[in-house]
């Protein structure tokens, strides 16, 4: 019962906030940011980026309001993008963070200029490779190399089933193979 009229008080809330209805707005974000804050916390250890990652949302929920049918409860559907906007964070750090290392730490013990360069080459190569990979097989491959999440999580994050992201990870891993083992011949 109280659920019911939580979810009733949030859905006229939301009903007259996409009709620019500041002070509904309000209550809306009054209501969620510190929860979402602190679930945001569960994903990033930064303090500062959790606030701005629920701030994202809530920036997004405002601008968006007039095109956005929410079809779940409006708790649900602030927790759910709360939580890809914080998987993106992560996957896009992780691939920057992982890119650094691998670039510093194998460069640095290369011995000639000659295999620097060659060092380089390749790892654009990787990244090139895995840009090129279609959006959703990209997006599963970076889900499981860079962010470490189970098929599992993959298919309840991107809603489709588990066959389908193994399917798109087997093609992901075949396409790279295949492209990576084409330019290391090219390049020696």
């Known amino acids: ?45 930064d303090a500062q980026k959790a606030e701005d990652l629920v701030q994202d949302v ?27 906007n914080a998987l993106n ?21 290369m011995t000639t200029p000659e295999e620097q360069v060659i060092e380089k080459e390749m790892i654009t190569a990787v990244h090139q490779a895995i840009d090129k990979l279609p959006r959703q097989c990209r997006l599963i491959y970076l889900m499981k190399r860079y962010d470490g999440l189970n098929y599992q999580e993959i298919a309840g994050i991107l809603n489709i089933s588990i066959n389908t992201v193994k399917t798109q990870m087997k093609r992901a891993l075949k396409t790279l193979l295949t492209r990576l083992t084409y330019l290391k011949t090219c390049m020696l």
């Open 1 to 45: 019962m109280y659920q019911n009229r939580n979810d009733q008080i949030d859905r006229d809330c939301w009903t007259k906030a996409r009709q620019g209805n500041v002070p509904a707005f309000s209550f809306i974000f009054n209501k969620y940011y510190q929860p979402l804050y602190q679930f945001a916390g569960r994903f990033v250890s």
């Open 58 to 84: 809530f920036v997004r929920l405002w601008i968006n309001r007039n095109e956005l049918q929410i079809t779940s409860s409006l708790k649900s559907y602030l927790y759910v993008s709360v939580k890809n």
């Open 89 to 109: 964070y992560i996957r896009r750090e992780k691939k920057l963070q992982f890119s650094e290392e691998y670039t510093d730490g194998f460069i640095e013990f």
